[in-house]
């Protein structure tokens, strides 16, 4: 089952004065991201914002990679890719 997500981003304005960018995006993903984020929860390795960062990063990574998968660049990308989801996930089912 694939799982759509939308991202949204806003630039925190420095004073009352600015408005702040912001802008929205949409992704898909086999996997359930608040599922992994709940998983994780209990791991201490990471602040909160940190763990939602990194999970959030790397699923629209992924996407992104899958979804262009005859761009050459994402191409080129991919073995990386794959190493370091392999290195995250050894990470953080050793230390929950």
Excluded: C, W
């Excluded at 949204?8 to 408005?19: D, G, T």
């Amino acid at each position: 089952m694939k799982h759509t997500y939308r991202v949204a981003l806003k630039e925190l304005a420095l004073s009352q004065k600015e408005a702040g960018r912001s802008l929205q995006f949409e992704f898909g993903s086999h996997d359930d991201v608040f599922a992994i984020l709940e998983r994780l929860s209990g791991n201490d390795a990471l602040d909160e914002d940190t763990r939602a960062a990194l999970i959030v990063g790397v699923k629209t990574l992924g996407s992104a990679l899958l979804s262009n998968p005859k761009s050459p660049e994402m191409f080129q990308l991919l073995p990386h890719f794959k190493g370091l989801m392999m290195e995250l996930k050894a990470v953080f089912t050793e230390n929950p």
